[in-house]
């Protein structure tokens, strides 16, 4: 069965860490473009950050740029999302998802689109 699951969301401070992990099973992560994305409450998904199959090529949101970086361990078949400095307008449910594309640069959040594969998300609270 082919499946994505997040894990390591929870509840933290503002100004706090949290790093998010995106486990697969059933297939090979090391093919996928991966990206995250997150929904607030009463709000529309959007994009968080991508990153390509080799990991050497990423992008982020503005919203979170320089607070928030995306790895990957291929061997682990798995993705991090480290996130620093955390705010309250970072609350939301996170997600990954994966896509079967090769790209060598990772250069807008739009080629995290028409993702094949997604996971049931984790909840993010920041909150004092």
């Known amino acids: 069965q082919l499946q994505l699951v997040e894990s390591g969301g929870g509840l933290v401070q503002p100004g706090g860490s949290l790093r998010l992990s995106c486990a697969a099973s059933?297939?090979?992560?090391?093919?996928?473009?991966i990206g995250w994305f997150r929904q607030a409450p009463g709000k529309e998904r959007e994009g968080v950050s991508c990153?390509?199959?080799?990991?050497?090529?990423?992008n982020y949101a503005d919203s979170v740029k320089d607070r928030f970086t995306v790895s990957r361990d291929n061997a682990k078949n798995t993705v991090y999302l480290q996130m620093n400095s955390l705010k309250p307008e970072d609350t939301a449910i996170y997600y990954c998802?994966?896509?079967?594309?090769?790209?060598?640069?990772?250069?807008?959040?739009?080629?995290?689109?028409?993702?094949?594969?997604w996971g049931k998300g984790t909840l993010v609270t920041v909150s004092s």
């Open positions: 990153i390509n199959s080799s990991g050497n090529s990423t």
């Open positions: 998802a994966a896509r079967l594309l090769s790209l060598k640069l990772i250069t807008t959040m739009s080629q995290c689109s028409d993702m094949d594969y």
């Open positions: 059933g297939f090979t992560l090391g093919y996928y473009v």
